[in-house]
């Protein structure tokens, strides 16, 4: 089955400290890989995409991530917290071979400590 | 409009009422798509159309659920013979395509009382 896993369903991190949420696809075929953003009764905003050009990719509000074929991950990371990235993540997968539909990860709430 | 507008943005319902939730995509996108997100979980997929073609409705709980695009644009899904379990937020989403991102409305809330 093709699908993403986000591995962390909870991450906390001090304020001005890393960030790193992870997650992985499972896909026969390159997929493209998404991360949004969603936070408290608000909708949901793209942050970043991958669709087979650069690996590395960048993204609103200093967030990256990186496509790492070897290890089917895209992991979302920014290398110092703010308050205001307080937030559901989510990771989303879509392939043109099979569903042809976004399909979602559970999600990771990031909670930032003062 | 400048982006997807869905509306009603709230709607309480009695039990066993008929719902119509309506999208309007951003023009001129290709792709549009319906999700539920339940409070505290993810988005589920539910069905979305290429132009007014409905490409895969394989979300779609039970067949009180259906969705339409007849022109390729605005799209309404609509819900026979409420229940209580199909309170959630239903999010309609817009792409240019079918491999690029989707952007999202703002929702509708639901509540089947």
Known sequence: ?114 | GAGVSQSPRYKVTKRGQDVALRCDPISGHVSLYWYRQALGQGPEFLTYFNYEAQQDKSGLPNDRFSAERPEGSISTLTIQRTEQRDSAMYRCASSPRSNTEAFFGQGTRLTVV
């Open chain 1, 1 to 114: 089955a093709q699908s993403v896993t986000q591995l962390d369903s909870h991450v906390s991190v001090s304020e001005g400290t890393p960030v790193l949420l992870r997650c992985n696809y499972s896909s026969s075929y390159s997929p493209s890989l998404f991360w949004y953003v969603q936070h408290p009764n608000k909708g949901l905003q793209l942050l970043l995409k991958y669709t087979s050009a650069a690996t590395l990719v960048k993204g609103i509000n200093g967030f990256e991530a990186e496509f790492k074929k070897s290890e089917t991950s895209f992991h979302l990371t920014k290398p110092s917290a703010h308050m205001s990235d307080a937030a559901e993540y989510f990771c989303v997968f879509y392939s043109a071979f099979g569903n042809e539909k976004l399909t979602f990860g559970t999600g990771t709430r990031l909670t930032i400590i003062p």
